[in-house]
């Protein structure tokens, strides 16, 4: 009992070893696929024990340091989503990988997660989130090591600013647990509202917050920081990025909502609310109104499929951070919901784009076309993608969507009500440029014979497939594990139907009669005479014979009058900004390095000099 | 229990039957009205039942492959799940799950599902209709957003049903300010949603030959006639009831006369919508796609936004 | 059922490197089957919704006229010929009889010039509401183009009335015209038209020439500067769009020309919307010209020059000898060169359609960079004929 | 899959009614298309609508005469359209060549490469003469005897054949690929 | 009316031909009547005569005319260019020999652009080939088969063709000469 959760976070590592030093071929499939389906058996395991107790806690103290684990609701959701789409990912990962050293980093970032998840205090909590960036960046050094580079400066941003908020929280409160943690910075709120002064000053919780901020902001792919994410979900192993943005992106969502449990109250009452929402969680829910708007249009404006699937997934993450600024009960259970989703749709895409860069080996939008017919297995995966993400009623992506706009409209916040409306447009605008490009038209001939999916990856695909499907049309299932965080019943309704008072959303009648419109629309379809398949090349062109040498598909420069329409926005990027401040500082050590440390003695000598008379005068 | 479902059955095959008659007309309204502004006499009013009876009813069709046919049949799909959505008076079904997002989601998937059959017959011209048919959503969301937040911060609530009751009390809601800024930025959107004149870039005949629709037959065309007849009573029939405050008529005994007098006052209401549509469509040339967008991220989009701002106040 | 594989099998086969053309770019055929051609192809090769190149195809309408006219006589060249340009049929006739009056030397009495006028002009005006109803039905006013096509219609019947046709009059012929004016109720029917077009030229401008939108299509597409139109042969509304006050009425005067007093109007941006504007300025100068004519009154005196040969067409014989006349047509400089070695036929005849400049090299220069949606506008502001460049 | 015969009148008079044209004008009448769809002639009335798409058009005209290059893409227009289709010839150019009986560029029998319904009078037929042919059409679709789209299903052999030894085999490639070469190189302008 | 004042108006256009005649001794010009003028030029000069016109104003191209003369056994080209500032237009005849190899004729495209449109033509129905017009070879309006049998040559006997071709026509054997419409 004691080391269940010791079970859940350490067995992807060591499997992820033993399969790293094994190396043959069959075998080390086996030993990480067993390496991420254990601590999965014992999360569901764990549901029952959750049932009766509140939470699962263990501690274990080594060299002074006193590390406490905790497995209740919410991590456990958190968990959930982590073991369910790294299952998927692993078995994708074992029909794409070619090496034993992606095993070895994959499970090693996966253990990262589990531990974020379970952990209760904020050293292990740092300490996994450590294992968790090293793992993934090994996995993008491998493929590209511009892209890597890039993701591990802005990780190394991130850390070093969780830690210096560890700091200055363990200097302030002394202790370094969250429950600890949270009752000190409750009183303090409490100190604050009575009158006296209080443990922290305005200006520590600002930074505080501004620190925890781009720590969790670097790791969700928020719009300032976003940068890394296209680069480095699309330069490593395909069925590893349904994990990477899955599950990790994920990691800071589950940070933004611990600066919720642990500084929630102070913070709300340091710098008050706007309208209903905490001011300080106004800001989140902006960034992440703007992430949706960049991450979706970029998505559309792409050339490269796994690009193309990296801003979208920045995209929907932008989803997720409206619902927890927003700060409302409601809208933290549908930001929640949300993280649920994508992980499952995201995680889905990704192992589709895993199969077809594995058979067609291109990845450019240029080179593809009319695979529709030749991989009918992946097309139906990712109609079903499709649909759950543009958000159409059956699917899980409409409820959760549906969910967040009710919560963050109700909060009578316009502007973030229209961003996400937007939102939900770009949706099915990027996907269909998607589907056209590859999926239907013509088909080049170089990609003839391409076969199916594997099998390791079609079942993968099916078992996140099948989920997004469930979760459409029964989201009570959610729901009830939802309410579980808040103890209350905030959304209401049956296993099939999500009530929140001011609106309604039954999954399963909308399937129902969505089936019944389209049996309507197929009775009137086959009263029709006999169809008669044509080749592409039977179509119309003002009349002229065409044959397949023409290039009858519009695959590069798809959407060219959103970028002239957009022209005037695209000129500026902050990944450009970023650019130039790395060849900024290149150039600035640079010159220090040709003017001070030049390497000659007496340089050093007059410098020594200098210094010494400076303190003299100074009178030290 | 059993009764119950047959009543449901009956009931929604009359509304299909009932709007889908409407949608003819009003699309043979489209035509004659058209026509009698450029001084010529016009088809017959059931001209479009003809032509759909005729494009039904053709001996050979084509396909190019399994998803060319079920884009439509989806399109046709989700136009019927939509219509069931709305409120028709009081004889509506799914009337209590009726809700603002989900219809405006309603209305816009079917034109996913064109997009998806015209895009799978791999024509030139049927991608660059799908193009602009994207970019013309997109454009057309942000000021429909706004709309539908003024709307559901004004009335406190996301169920249609509720607002069209709320209306029938406190007036229809083109009286306040916020929701007349938001009826008007809806009704530009409706422009583009109807595919008249200055936003119909999706299936611009002079440029690029009918766009989408370049590569569908016989029966896919008829489906597809069927589809925008019934979207057409759904859209003006949504706005009839958000803004110009429905009909719940209660005043005569038998119900049958109630149900019979509110869908005469939405019919007069959905007409009035129409009109609107038909009289700027007949007088304005074409946007290019980027033209258009740049239109309705300027104009519509400021008035609605200031109506959901100021309804959120 | 012929899937794609089978497609792409059956072409490996016979060895053909099926690799589409090259990725960046997709064909896409603007061909005879389109709304916005009359029966001329464009074949476009384009990058997302802008045209990269483009390549002109014409000969859909070739018969051959050059071959044909060698075969018959004189005048029953006036019905072959006239079927050039189709808007505008009178041109034709108009060059062709006048290089032939040439060639003989005749003097076409007074009364044939006033008519031989009239024709010319009331077919520039019909021609000038064609254009209107085609570049309304491009923009998408549907309701503009109604309403030119309803106002030609009167014209149409006056045509009808004096040539007992109406769109191929065979009216004007080698030594004046076939028939004289039918009444004076005909000239009064057709100041009544021309007041009519006149008061209706508003409604043109609210719905198409002053109409926000038209400017946002029109402005700045497919510019033309001075130089390239000159190198390109480009004559008649497009290269005044450009700053050249060329209009052969004024440079080469012919007919009641001279006498008639009508201003040229000259813009200098050369865009689609500068040659549009400048068609609507002409067609007011056209009416005003149709007015000071009927104001003026058909002279008296014969309708055909008096020559005993004219008795018995078929052995009417030219002298040797060659011509060149042009006329200004609505699209621009329309030419014919008559060639007569003496025989009863012609040796040779030579039509110059102004389109063959406007529709091929121009047309291509103008597309490139365009987008699709300016196509058919830059078409129809070029208002070329493709039996011009065809003959 | 159904047996409609209990309804075919219905659809013969729906397809009587609202014959959607192809905007296709191959020859010189494609100038009286615009005063019959508009204010004066107004076919609309007959339900009757100009269509770019060949996908949904019913009726064909050939407005006149047809040169060789026009007829390929006449040819590959009319397979495009769905079955029951019309043809409407305009002029005595489709009949015997009209004006242009000695010219090698223009067809002298349509009848040899397309089937024709009606074939109207006149040197660009009049719009009256137009309409004439339009109610001849309607009467045959109504009394079920404008089966030509059935002649040309059945002898297809027989058009090919014509139209073979008109422009030689394999010629729908053979144009396709004309163009490639001058597509393919970026030759210095 | 129209040539009244003969004298006054062709004055005008006699200088302008000696101007030309002048710098160009290999040519003959005349003044046919006002606002026409004729130059004969030797058919390996066309290049710079046509640049001498460019540079006196003679902005617009017109048309290239061949016309063919069987019994001289030769075709002549006539460059028709008319000028905007002179209000003149001018005819430029050039003789080539007839035959298909021998009928070749340096481009004029550099100098007026849209000449390469005109030399397509020419090509397309009299086979003149000009060199260095790159779409020479570039389908124009004749179609494939009726490739290199050049109609408008008057040795070209179209009614045999047509016979030949579409194989219906009966009207065929008439005699042509004297027949009443």
């Known amino acids: ?620 | ?313 | ?391 | ?189 | 009316m129209a040539n009244g004042q003969e004298g006054g108006m062709s004055m005008r256009e006699q200088a302008i031909v000696d101007k030309i005649l002048e710098k160009a001794p290999y040519a003959e010009g005349k003044v046919r009547r006002e606002r026409r003028i004729e130059f004969t030029v030797p058919a390996e000069r066309i290049r710079d005569f046509l640049t001498l016109l460019k540079k006196n104003n003679f902005e617009l191209m017109l048309q290239i005319t061949p016309v063919d003369w069987p019994n001289d056994g030769e075709i002549e080209l006539i460059y028709q260019i008319w000028s905007v500032t002179h209000r003149t237009h001018v005819m430029v005849r050039t003789r080539i020999p007839r035959e298909l190899e021998k009928a070749r004729m340096p481009t004029v495209k550099d100098i007026y652009p849209v000449a390469e449109t005109y030399e397509r033509d020419a090509h397309d129905f009299f086979g003149v080939y000009f060199e260095g017009n790159w779409k020479m070879e570039m389908p124009w309006i004749l179609d494939d088969t009726e490739q290199d049998i050049y109609p408008l040559r008057k040795d070209f006997d179209m009614l045999q063709y047509v016979k030949k071709k579409y194989k219906i026509l009966d009207r065929f054997d008439e005699n042509k000469d004297n027949y009443v419409i």
């Open chain 1, 1 to 620: 009992m004691i080391n269940e959760l010791m079970i859940i976070i350490f067995t992807p590592l060591i499997t992820g070893v033993i399969a790293w030093l094994l190396d043959i071929k069959g075998l080390r499939e086996g030993i990480s696929i067993l390496g991420a389906a254990v601590p999965l058996a014992y999360l569901i395991q764990a549901h029952q024990t959750l049932t009766s107790q509140p939470s699962i806690q263990y501690s274990i103290v080594i060299s002074g340091f006193k590390f406490e684990f905790l497995l209740y609701h919410l991590s456990w959701i958190f968990a959930m989503i982590a073991g369910v789409v790294g299952f998927a990912a692993v078995l994708g990962m074992a029909s794409t990988t070619k090496d034993s050293y992606e095993w070895l980093f994959a499970l090693m970032s996966l253990t990262g997660v589990y531990g974020i998840f379970l952990a209760d205090d904020l050293i292990s909590f740092f300490i996994f989130w450590e294992i968790m960036t090293f793992g993934s960046f090994m996995m993008v050094l491998k493929y590209n090591r511009k892209a890597s580079l890039k993701y591990f400066l802005l990780s190394v941003l991130g850390a070093y600013s969780m830690l210096l908020a560890i700091g200055i929280l363990y200097a302030k409160v002394g202790a370094l647990d969250f429950t600890t943690i949270q009752q000190t910075l409750y009183q303090d709120a409490m100190r604050g509202v009575l009158g006296t002064n209080t443990l922290l000053s305005r200006n520590d919780m600002l930074l505080i917050f501004g620190l925890f901020l781009i720590a969790f902001g670097v790791k969700a792919g928020m719009f300032p920081l976003h940068v890394w994410a296209p680069d480095a979900y699309s330069e490593t192993n395909q069925s590893y990025t349904a994990m990477f943005s899955g599950v990790l992106s994920k990691a800071g969502v589950y940070g933004m909502l611990v600066i919720y449990i642990l500084l929630g109250t102070r913070l709300m009452y340091q710098f008050g609310r706007i309208g209903a929402a905490p001011k300080f969680g106004y800001v989140i829910a902006f960034l992440g109104g703007i992430t949706i708007i960049v991450g979706g249009l970029l998505a559309a404006l792409q050339e490269d499929i796994r690009k193309l699937f990296a801003y979208s997934s920045i995209s929907q993450v932008g989803y997720i951070l409206v619902g927890i600024g927003v700060g409302s009960a409601l809208s933290i259970e549908a930001a929640i919901y949300h993280a649920i989703s994508h992980a499952l749709f995201k995680g889905l895409f990704f192992l589709i784009v895993a199969t077809i860069v594995l058979r067609t080996g291109k990845t450019e939008f240029k080179d593809m076309g009319g695979l529709a017919e030749k991989m009918p297995i992946t097309f139906a995966m990712t109609f079903v993608a499709i649909l759950s993400l543009a958000g159409i009623p059956p699917l899980v992506g409409f409820a959760s969507k549906w969910l967040l706009f009710e919560a963050v409209i109700h909060e009578n916040m316009p502007i973030l009500g229209g961003m996400i409306f937007f939102g939900s447009a770009i949706g099915f605008v990027y996907l269909i440029r998607f589907t056209y490009a590859v999926w239907f038209g013509q088909r080049p001939t170089d990609l003839d014979d391409t076969k199916d999916t594997p099998i390791p990856l079609a079942i993968a695909m099916g078992i996140l497939a099948l989920l997004n499907v469930v979760f459409g049309i029964a989201p009570g299932l959610v729901a009830t594990e939802l309410n579980k965080i808040f103890g209350k019943e905030i959304i209401k309704g049956t296993i099939w139907e999500l009530n929140i008072g001011f609106g309604r959303y039954n999954g399963l009648l909308i399937t129902i009669w969505l089936v019944t419109g389209i049996v309507i629309a197929g009775i009137i379809y086959f009263l029709g005479a006999k169809v008669r398949r044509v080749p592409v090349t039977d179509t119309y062109q003002g009349g002229n014979p065409v044959t397949m040498e023409y290039n009858l598909t519009i695959r590069r420069n798809f959407f060219l009058p959103l970028k002239e329409t957009l022209a005037f926005w695209l000129r500026i990027s902050f990944d450009r900004l970023y650019q130039d401040i790395g060849r900024w500082v290149e150039d600035l050590a640079e010159t220090l390095r040709n003017y001070i440390y030049n390497g000659n003695v007496q340089a050093y000598a007059w410098y020594l000099a200098i210094i010494l008379l400076i303190l003299a005068l100074w009178g030290v």
């Open chain 4, 1 to 189: 899959m159904v047996d409609w015969r209990l309804f075919e009148p219905l659809f013969e008079f729906a397809r009587k009614r609202s014959l959607w044209i192809v905007s296709f004008c191959t020859g010189c009448g494609g100038i009286e298309m615009p005063p019959l769809m508009t204010s004066r002639y107004d076919l609309e009335r007959f339900g009757m609508m100009a269509n770019p798409a060949p996908r949904m058009a019913d009726l064909f005209l050939i407005t006149g005469y047809v040169t060789p290059k026009t007829l390929k893409r006449i040819i590959i227009t009319y397979e495009l359209q769905p079955d029951p289709k019309y043809v409407m010839a305009h002029g005595s150019c489709p009949l015997n060549g009209g004006v242009y009986w000695d010219s090698y560029n223009a067809i002298k029998h349509l009848d040899k490469y397309i089937p024709v319904d009606v074939v109207i009078a006149g040197c660009m037929p009049r719009p009256e003469a137009v309409m004439d042919g339009i109610n001849k059409i309607m009467e045959m679709i109504e009394n079920g005897t404008a089966d030509s789209w059935k002649r040309y299903k059945e002898n297809y052999e027989w058009y090919k054949k014509n139209q073979d030894e008109l422009f030689g085999e394999g010629w729908r490639e053979r144009e396709a690929r004309r163009w490639i070469p001058w597509l393919m190189d970026k030759k210095e302008e």
């Open chain 2, 1 to 313: 229990m059993i009764t119950s479902m047959i009543g449901i059955a009956l009931k929604a095959f009359l509304i299909l039957l009932y709007a889908t008659f409407v949608g003819f007309m009003f699309m043979g309204i489209i035509r004659i009205v058209t026509a009698r502004i450029h001084r010529r006499v016009g088809p017959p009013i059931y001209q479009p039942i003809l032509d759909t009876i005729k494009l039904l009813s053709k001996k050979s069709n084509i396909t190019h492959g399994l998803i060319y046919d079920f884009g439509v049949l989806y399109a046709l799909g989700a136009t019927i799940l939509a219509l069931m959505f709305i409120p028709l008076g009081s004889i509506s079904i799914l009337r209590a799950y009726g809700d603002l997002i989900l219809i405006t989601f309603l209305l816009e998937i079917p034109m996913l599902g064109i997009m998806f059959a015209a895009m799978s017959s791999g024509n030139p011209w049927a991608g660059l209709g799908s193009q602009r048919a994207l970019l013309t959503l997109l454009a057309v969301q942000v000021p429909l957003g706004f709309a539908i937040v003024a709307l559901a911060e004004f009335y406190d609530t996301f169920s249609t049903y509720q607002i069209v009751m709320a209306q029938q009390t406190a007036g229809w809601s083109i009286t306040y300010l916020p929701l007349l800024l938001a009826a008007v930025a809806y009704d530009i959107v409706l422009q583009a949603m109807f595919g008249k004149e200055p936003f119909d870039i999706m299936i611009a005949p002079g440029e690029i030959s009918l766009g989408p629709m370049v590569e569908f037959g016989g029966k896919h065309m008829g489906i597809l006639q069927i589809q925008h007849a019934i979207a057409l009573f759904a859209e003006t029939l949504f706005f009839s009831n958000i803004f110009l405050g429905g009909a719940v008529v209660t005043a005569f005994a038998s119900s049958i006369l109630n149900t019979l007098a509110s869908l005469g006052i939405l019919l007069i209401k959905q007409l009035a919508v129409l009109l609107i549509a038909i009289f700027i469509g007949a007088i304005f040339p074409r946007f290019t796609i980027d033209q258009a967008a740049r239109f309705y991220w300027k104009w519509p989009t400021i008035i609605a936004a200031a109506g959901a701002i100021l309804a959120a106040l």
């Open chain 3, 1 to 391: 059922m012929v899937a794609q594989s089978e497609l792409i099998k059956e072409a490996r086969e016979n060895g053909m490197d099926l690799l589409p053309l090259d990725k960046d770019t997709y064909e896409l055929f603007f061909g005879p089957q389109h709304m916005a051609t009359e029966n001329f192809s464009i074949i476009l090769k384009m990058d997302g919704h802008r045209v990269v190149e483009a390549i002109a195809n014409p000969g859909f309408l070739h018969r051959g006229f050059e071959k044909l006219a060698e075969f018959r006589p004189w005048h029953t060249n006036v019905a072959l010929l006239l079927r050039v340009c189709v808007p505008e049929s009178d041109v034709p006739e108009t060059i062709y009889s006048m290089a032939v009056d040439e060639i003989i030397g005749w003097e076409v009495p007074e009364r044939a010039q006033w008519i031989r006028t009239t024709v010319l002009e009331m077919a520039r005006v019909s021609s000038y509401l064609f254009w209107i109803m085609g570049l309304s039905f491009k923009l998408g006013v549907y309701t503009a183009g109604q309403w030119a096509a309803a106002y030609r219609e009167r014209l149409m019947a006056l045509f009808e009335q004096l040539t007992g046709a109406r769109v191929y009059h065979i009216y004007t012929i080698p030594g004046g015209v076939r028939r004289d004016i039918p009444s004076d109720r005909w000239l009064h029917q057709l100041k009544d038209t021309v007041e009519y077009i006149k008061s209706k030229l508003p409604d043109f401008d609210h719905l198409v020439f002053e109409n926000y939108i038209t400017f946002k299509r029109m402005e700045g597409i497919g510019v033309m500067n001075k130089k390239f139109a000159l190198s390109e042969g480009v004559t008649g509304p497009n290269l005044r769009a450009t700053g050249v006050p060329y209009d052969v009425r004024r440079a080469d005067p012919y007919l009641l020309y001279p006498e008639l007093d009508f201003e040229v109007p000259v813009l200098n941006e050369g865009d689609a919307l500068a040659r549009a504007l400048i068609r609507r300025f002409e067609l007011e100068q056209d009416l005003y010209i149709l007015e000071q004519l009927l104001d003026m009154g058909p002279p008296s005196g014969p309708y055909q020059v008096s020559d005993p040969r004219l008795k018995n067409l078929p052995r009417f014989k030219v002298p040797a000898g060659d011509a060149f006349s042009h006329v200004e047509s609505t699209k621009g400089d329309f030419g014919a060169y008559v060639v007569s070695d003496g025989k009863n036929k012609p040796y040779r005849v030579q039509i110059r359609g102004p389109s063959i400049a406007h529709g091929i090299r121009v047309l291509e220069h103008l597309l490139v960079g365009s987008r699709i949606a300016d196509v058919p506008v830059i078409l129809m502001s070029l208002d070329n004929c493709p039996p011009d460049i065809d003959r």
